[in-house]
Nanobody, 115 residues
Framework: QVYLVESGGGLVQAGGSLRLSCAAS????????VGWYRQAPGKQRELVAR???????NYAMSVQGRFTISRDNAKNTVDLQMDSLKPEDTAVYYC?????????WGQGTQVTVSS
């Protein structure tokens, strides 16, 4: 069974930084595509950043240049460094991956950016 657990969310002022971490069990994250998504109240879940199975990152236009996705293979995690945070980044952040054709999601971590 695959389990994903996000951590690192919290309350931060605009312009600040947070680092989210997605820890996996039951799957080798180093060879899997992993995505970070977010969902704000009343809005659809959207892709924030993704790292491919071979380590190629891509980002939503809204976070390009401010967020960085990376792997820590020793810890079996995928992290999301978020800098220059804006109030519109406020949302619940989720990570996901695919294993044997099944999509797995974590429970989410709340990020709140105050103005």
């Amino acid at each position: 069974q695959v389990y994903l657990v996000e951590s690192g969310g919290g309350l931060v002022q605009a312009g600040g930084s947070l680092r989210l971490s997605c820890a996996a069990s039951g799957v080798d994250f180093s060879i899997k595509p992993v995505g970070w998504y977010r969902q704000a109240p009343g809005k659809q879940r959207e892709l924030v950043a993704r790292i491919s199975s071979i380590g190629i990152p891509n980002y939503a236009m809204s976070v390009q240049g401010r967020f960085t996705i990376s792997r820590d293979n020793a810890k079996n995690t995928v992290d999301l460094q978020m800098d220059s945070l804006k109030p519109e980044d406020t949302a619940v952040y989720y990570c996901n991956t695919v294993n044997a054709g099944i999509v797995y999601w974590g429970q989410g971590t709340q990020v709140t950016v105050s103005s």
